[in-house]
């Protein structure tokens, strides 16, 4: 934990020093910022690890922030806010948010997600999208060739299939909402047309998941999207 860098922005005293404490306690070195414009100046100036970030600050919103440092950064960003409804998680993740935990949060659960970024970004640098081949449990992505296996096997995939799987892998770990899937797949008219994405998801996943025992590998977050689970 020595190495991980973690920018907490949180103006709430009571939280931040719980915060704080914990991530000393774990070893964690960190940095502080009690609003958004001086989240913006440390995320610049010490290239943190990851950014836990409140999204009820006293100068711009927290999803200001997340929309500014992805202007320049991809830095997993937390956010941990009291704000609880679907259309808060759907506006942070839009603007670039890794992951968000809502207040109250237990110790337990703030460390988990720690760990859970570590693990993502070390698979970014050692078998990312960047590699030619990506591989997920017995789920193998050979990217310059358009195929995917599956138990060995070369899984017969619509073309809208296969683009669905191919940005799920990555993005694998990181919830990709409803709006953010539909872009990318299909373009900007296609945005709002949630029940066809539905519709291919369900199709990929009877392909993916054949049995009622194998791995689940996509994880439905309801009335948000969709994620790739990282299977160990």
Not at 180 to 196: H, K
Not at 204 to 211: D, F, G, I, M, V
Request: charge should be neutral; include cysteine; proline fraction near 4%.
């Amino acid at each position: 934990m020595k190495n991980f860098q973690v920018l907490v922005v949180e103006d709430d005293a009571p939280v931040r020093n719980l915060i704080t404490t914990t991530l000393k306690a774990h070893d964690y070195r960190f940095t502080v910022a009690v609003n958004g414009n001086t989240a913006v100046m440390e995320a610049a100036s010490h290239n943190p690890d990851v950014v836990l970030l409140d999204l009820g600050l006293p100068d711009i919103d927290g999803v200001e922030v997340i929309r500014r440092v992805r202007q320049w950064s991809n830095v997993p960003i937390i956010v941990i806010s009291a704000r609880s409804e679907d259309n808060d998680k759907i506006d942070a993740l839009d603007a670039g948010a890794d992951d968000y935990l809502t207040k109250p949060f237990s110790v337990e659960e703030l460390l988990a997600r720690l760990r859970a970024t570590q693990r993502r970004q070390a698979l970014i640098l050692g078998n990312s999208s960047q590699q030619p081949v990506f591989v997920n449990g017995q789920l193998r992505i050979d990217y310059p060739s358009g195929c995917a296996y599956l138990n060995g096997e070369e899984m017969h995939l619509t073309p809208i299939e296969y683009k669905l799987l191919r940005l799920l892998a990555q993005n694998v770990g990181k919830v990709l909402t409803h709006k953010f899937i539909t872009q990318s797949v299909w373009g900007g008219s296609w945005e709002n047309d949630v029940g066809s994405l539905r519709v291919f998801m369900a199709t990929l996943r009877k392909k993916l998941e054949k049995a009622p025992g194998s791995p689940q590998y996509i994880q439905t977050h309801i009335g948000i999207g969709y994620r790739m689970v990282k299977i160990e």
